[in-house]
């Protein structure tokens, strides 16, 4: 079985981000394997692990430094990695983005994907369903409890009130929850022998796809500004007697906060 | 063109570290420090990891990265916890190195792969009650007895020589005189278990007490010729190669410690706020903390090339010397500053600096002490 994991190169949680002119500065930031990703790569290594003829492949689409992040991903054990290099990448919404990954998954061919439920930098949990939908394939969001026998998927998630259970065949995408299992540390022999597994850098070209299908041509939607949050007003104390500061109190919060 | 960046294995290999450091270990370092205990469970995951045998060819279990790699590891293991680092270190340099450099194909044959793999660990018998810095004092004999030798003598202070699955140490031995009227010394490789030799684990120690540290004693202890590492009277050659190269990871725990030290301080003066401001504001800390940064650049890079040296085959261990002394010299320093900067709270076990503090002084003493580094140096400096 051909196993293929979705990566996504995102700003390190603890990266200190910072806006100018509207756009994110990325100078100083470091880039990781999004967190939930790494449970979708845990979940098809364990599959290969149980044994059978599995690969395992990393697949990703960024702008060429997601090199970087595709081989960290391949440092936790996996056979392949792609890369779909277009500088466009970060102009994508999730529409494009999962026309990007489709097209290179009918490239490199699948029979089981993997990704995470949401990338921890824009937060869309949009495109593991596309990338289902565009391929014509059965898909479950948001899962934390993986089976695959005979060709057959169980999976498990939390919904309001309990745990649905959805079973489908393969090939099918399912995008992991935490708690799905515990993603493991990369091993040294494993970061040692990325170098020597085949490593793909597709163009657009190569795809099948051209500069008008991706970036702001492609995409239906577009960020036009980011904007830091807004920093937090400092607070205010009411001095007093009880008897005025709490009617200052009430006025404030009637009047000011506007929130009673 | 001089290039100063690292490969992209050397930045893996640290991010997966630190990130291992700070989830696995970090969580759990101040409990086993209180109960002195050496964790099996953390030995095993960082097995998993191939924490082990980093520098060792892959035909025999190995990962086959640099010394470079493995003097980053260290670093980033002794930037959260120092008993760990030790264990990694000390499984390294003194139980993998030795019969890697110096055994012959059947002694390696048979134990590295078992320390390659982290279910084995080897230790390194040297220091003796009254030889420390002058080795000359050994009193340990070994006396040839038709194909055997029979061993006497006790070692002190050996580090993972006593652990559930400490499978051999390699002790050195007086074996007689050599033609020009020394002492000619012998490395025997002995497994636990062999009869006549005994470990006792040691405690009360003030630092590094999730380590494990032993006492070694042998009485009439009977082992074959072949239990010889490399050649009879090899013994003192392979003590100073060995040693040579564990300075550098001696080095790399002062590093790592130094950096960890200083990551707490800072963070503690970000947030600790007196007279109404953040005290890292007043310039009595900020210039402190200049300091330590400064000096764990310097010490860094001292280390840095010194493993350089070592990876391309060129003379390193006056380097060697010169890293572990200032590394651990300025680990000494940035601890100092660090506690002070933490005030009373850097007193207490509840503040990780504390355990910080106390396991920083091993550095200024093991593996030679910071005198005998000077005298390593002064020598090669010509005086």
């Known amino acids: 079985m051909k196993i293929v994991c979705l990566v996504k190169e995102v700003p390190d949680s603890e990266a200190k981000i910072t806006v100018e002119n509207g756009k994110i500065k990325e100078t100083g930031v470091k880039f990781i394997v999004n967190p939930y990703d790494e449970y979708g790569i845990e979940e098809a290594l364990k599959i290969k692990e149980a044994g059978g003829e599995h690969q395992v492949f990393i697949l990703t689409f960024g702008t060429e430094r997601a090199k970087k992040v595709m081989e960290s991903a391949m440092a936790l054990g996996a056979d392949e990695g792609f890369l779909v290099a277009d500088g466009s990448a970060p102009d994508c919404d999730s529409h494009t983005t999962a026309k990007v990954l489709a097209a290179a998954l009918n490239k490199i061919g699948f029979d089981m994907i993997f990704c995470g439920k949401q990338a921890i930098d824009d937060d869309s949990s949009q495109v593991g369903v596309r990338v289902a939908e565009m391929l014509s394939l059965g898909h479950a969001s948001v899962v934390n409890k993986f089976e695959l026998t005979d060709g057959k998927v169980k999976v498990e998630r939390q919904i309001q009130g309990g745990q649905e259970v959805i079973e489908m065949p393969v090939p099918c995408v399912i995008t992991c929850q935490k708690g799905l299992n515990d993603p493991r540390y990369p091993s040294l022999k494993n970061i040692m022998a990325v170098k020597k597994k085949p490593r793909t850098v597709f163009t657009l070209d190569d795809i099948g796809l051209s500069a008008d299908d991706v970036g702001v041509n492609g995409s239906f939607v577009e960020v036009t500004k980011f904007e830091p949050p807004l920093e937090k007003a400092p607070g205010r104390v009411i001095e007093g007697e009880p008897e005025d500061t709490a009617k200052e109190l009430i006025r404030s919060l009637r009047e000011e906060a506007k929130v009673i | ?383």
Not at chain 2, 43 to 69: H, R
Not at chain 2, 80 to 105: C, H, I, K
Not at chain 2, 211 to 218: G, Q
Not at chain 2, 287 to 298: G, N, Q, V
């Open chain 2, 1 to 383: 063109m001089v290039d100063f960046n690292l490969n992209d294995e050397h930045n893996m290999l640290r991010d997966a570290i630190r990130d291992f450091a700070e989830n696995e270990i970090a969580p759990i370092a101040e409990q086993l420090d209180e109960k002195e205990e050496f964790s099996l469970e953390l030995v095993a995951k960082m097995s998993d990891m191939n924490l082990f045998g980093l520098t060792i060819p892959e035909e025999y279990g190995g990962s086959g990265m640099d010394y470079l790699a493995y003097i980053i590891a260290v670093e980033e293991l002794a930037r959260v916890d120092g008993s760990t680092a030790a264990t990694v270190a000390a499984g390294n340099s003194l139980g993998l190195g030795p019969v890697y450099y110096f055994g012959n194909e059947e002694q390696k044959k048979e134990w590295l792969p078992k320390l390659c793999s982290g279910k084995v660990l080897g230790s390194f018998g040297l220091t003796e009650a009254n030889a420390g810095s002058d080795a000359g004092g050994t009193l340990t004999v070994a006396v040839q007895d038709g194909d055997d030798w029979i061993i006497n003598g006790s070692k002190i202070f050996i580090t993972n020589g006593s652990s559930e699955i400490t499978g051999f140490a390699i002790t050195q031995a007086i074996t007689g005189k050599r033609d020009d009227g020394k002492k000619e010394y012998t490395c025997f490789l002995i497994p636990h278990g062999t009869p006549g030799f005994t470990t006792k684990t040691m405690h009360g120690k003030m630092m590094w007490r999730s380590s494990n540290t032993a006492e070694l004693y042998f009485e009439d202890c009977r082992v074959p010729n072949s239990s010889i590492l490399g050649k009879r009277g090899d013994g003192f050659k392979q003590m100073l190669s060995t040693l040579d190269k564990g300075r550098l990871s001696i080095a790399a725990m002062g590093l790592g410690g130094a950096q960890g030290a200083y990551e707490l301080a800072l963070k503690y003066s970000q947030e600790r706020v007196q007279f109404g401001k953040k005290i890292c504001k007043f310039q009595a800390n900020a210039f402190k903390l200049a300091d330590m940064a400064t000096e764990i650049e310097a010490a860094r890079w001292l280390l840095y090339r010194a493993c350089w040296l070592h990876d391309n085959d060129l003379p390193f261990q006056k380097e060697a010397a010169m890293s572990k002394l200032y590394c651990s010299e300025v680990m000494s320093r940035v601890v100092n500053h660090a506690v002070q900067i933490h005030g009373g709270y850097g007193l207490m076990r509840e503040y990780n600096i504390e355990r910080f503090y106390r396991d920083q002084k091993l550095l200024e003493i093991g593996e030679g002490t910071s005198e005998v580094q000077k005298i390593v140096i002064s020598r090669y400096i010509g005086c």
